[in-house]
C-alpha cells in the first residue's frame, strides 16, 4: 500500500470525500478521488467536484491584487483608508501589504459578531464590525497575526480599485484565462458551482451536512470552491509569466513578515502563502464542513494538492507525508 492509499482510506466509501493531486515538473502523477461530495444523495466525489477553499481562497484574492498592482490601479504601500474610508480611524497607518501579510494588526471580524448573529456577514460588513472593535492589536507592521478580516477588505479594496464586483475580477482575470472551468468566487443568487461538494461533520450517529456558517459569504478570506483539475492549472500558472509578473510572484513566494509567526512549519508568510522556511509554500483552508490544503516545493517541481469536505481531520499532516514519500522516491532514483 502507498502512502496515499493508506491516507485515504478514512475517505473510502460512503462518507464525505477527497480529492488528491500530486504534481511532478507540471504533470499530475496522481490523482485520485474517493468518497462522497454529497452524502444524502450519494454523490461521488471526481477530479471535477468543486470544493469551498476555504482559506486556500487568501492566494486568489492576493494575486488579484498583484494584478491591480501590475496595472497600475493599487500599490502596495496604499493605505488602506485611501480605497475605504469608510474604516475607523483606528486604521490609520495600515497599508495594503500589511494586509496581505497579516502584520495589520487589526481585529479578527469573527471576534467582533453578536453571539447572536443571524445571517450572513459579507465582506462590507467586516468594515462596520471592525468600526466596533476598539484599538488594534498592534501597531502595523509591528507583529503578525493571521486575520481573515485583512482579506475581506482586501476584496473590497479590488472591487473599489477594478470597478467591478471581486467575483468577477476573479473570473475575468484569473479563472477564465487559466481555463479554471470549475471555479468560481460563490455568491448566492448570482452564480453557481459546478459539480458542487457540500460539507458534512461527524455528530455521533453519522455524518450530516454543515455546509454553512454565518461568515461563509465573505469572499476575500475564503469564498472560493475550485476543483483539483483546476488547481492543476493554477499551480502551472504560478510557475511561469502566464498570469503574474517574476516580480509579483517573488513578491506573494518571499518573506513579508519579520517577526516570529507563532505557527507551526510557519517561518513567515509571503501574500496568500506560508513559508516554511526550507523551500515549501503552503497553505491550509479550514471553514465548516471543509478541511484543505495546498503545498508547493517549487525547487523539486512538486505540488500536493488535498481538498476534503468533512469537519476533520485537517489534512495537512497527510498531504505533507504523501508529498515527502515523493520527495523520498525523487531522491532515490
Known sequence: MTEADARLQRYTGEVPGAALLVLRDGEPVLRRSVGLADVDAGTPVTPATSFRLA?????????????????????????????????????DGVTLHHLLSHTSGLHDYEDLMAADFQGQVRDAGVVDLLASGGEPYFAPGSAYRYSNSAYA???????????????????ERIFVPLGMTHSVAFVDGLNTVDARAYGHSADGHGWRRTDQ?????????????????????WDAALADDRLLSEASRALAFSPQTTTPTGEADVAAYGYGWRLDGRGL???????IGFRNVILRWPAQRLTVVMLTNRNAP??????????????REATAR
Not at 60 to 80: K, M, N, Q, W, Y
Not at 156 to 163: C, M, P, R
Not at 316 to 325: C, L, N, T, V
Open 55 to 91: 482559506s486556500v481562497s487568501k492566494q486568489f484574492t492576493a494575486a488579484a491584487v498583484l494584478l491591480l498592482a501590475e496595472d497600475g490601479r493599487l500599490r502596495p504601500d496604499d493605505p488602506v483608508r485611501r480605497w475605504l474610508p469608510g474604516l475607523p480611524a483606528s486604521a
Open 153 to 171: 477588505l482586501l476584496a473590497l479594496v479590488v472591487e473599489q480599485a477594478s470597478g467591478k464586483p471581486y467575483q468577477d475580477v476573479l473570473r
Open 314 to 327: 485537517e489534512p495537512y499532516a497527510d498531504a505533507r507525508a504523501i508529498g515527502e514519500a515523493f520527495l
Open 213 to 233: 456558517s454565518t461568515t461563509s459569504a465573505v469572499l476575500g478570506d475564503g469564498g472560493i470552491y475550485s476543483s483539483i483539475d483546476d488547481l492543476a492549472r
Open 281 to 287: 509554500l503552503w497553505h491550509s483552508g479550514e471553514t
